[in-house]
């Protein structure tokens, strides 16, 4: 059947009144600060006391965007006649976001856990070199990272929570062996003295029969 002729364009006109009857609906932005989906890429935080220099975010970032610098300290040996230690201590760790394509491939290759995102984006600058946050900038974005999401019912547990789990049901199950045994023990004990005051008492009236008979 051929089409009718105008159908396309009443079509078109359908669609514009319905629009036109809906109300219109404004983000009162920034008076209203909007909802953002879970886990929304907005800028990156850093955990100081986690990293530990070993410039695998610097090396995977594909737009080198991510600058560190670090230097070495001996510590002394723990005990008595072991070796010194060396650790890399951080002195320099700063961001270009002027650079940065937010694909998340440094918070995602970190194994120590010192990359977060943070939802926050509101971090706009009229100067350019502004845009590079150092270290003292990226720890004040920690405190904006949300919270990490709960887990689905339906999922796996992690590996981390099962092991750490796994670790502590055999550290209770040798606590209950081990109680278990000074229970029995204290049990023991205290059957061995029952007896030995019944000997003991049996005797004394033996030794108290004796006596009389004599008498």
Known sequence: ?????????????????????RKTVTAQYPDIQPELP????????????????????????????????SHKETSPP????GRERSRNVLDRFAIDFSLCMYCGICIEVCPFDA???????????TDIHELTHERDKLREWMWTVPEPPALDPGAEEP??????????DKLAA????EQQAQQAEREQYEQ????AQAQAQAQ????????????
């Open 115 to 125: 990359l977060f995102w943070s939802p926050e984006f509101e971090y706009a600058e």
């Open 192 to 195: 061995a003295q029952a007896q």
């Open 1 to 21: 059947m051929p089409p009718i002729p105008g159908s396309g364009l009443a079509k078109g006109l359908a669609v514009t009144l319905r629009t036109m009857t």
């Open 78 to 81: 723990a005990a008595p006649g």
């Open 204 to 215: 004394a009236q033996e030794q108290t029969g004796e006596k009389g008979g004599s008498a």
């Open 38 to 69: 879970p886990r929304s890429r907005g800028v990156i935080g850093l955990f100081e006391e986690n990293c530990t220099v070993c410039m695998l975010c610097a090396r995977e970032c594909p737009d080198w965007c991510i600058y560190i610098d």
């Open 174 to 177: 040798q606590r209950a062996q």
């Open 159 to 168: 590996k981390e929570i099962a092991a750490a789990r796994k670790a502590a």
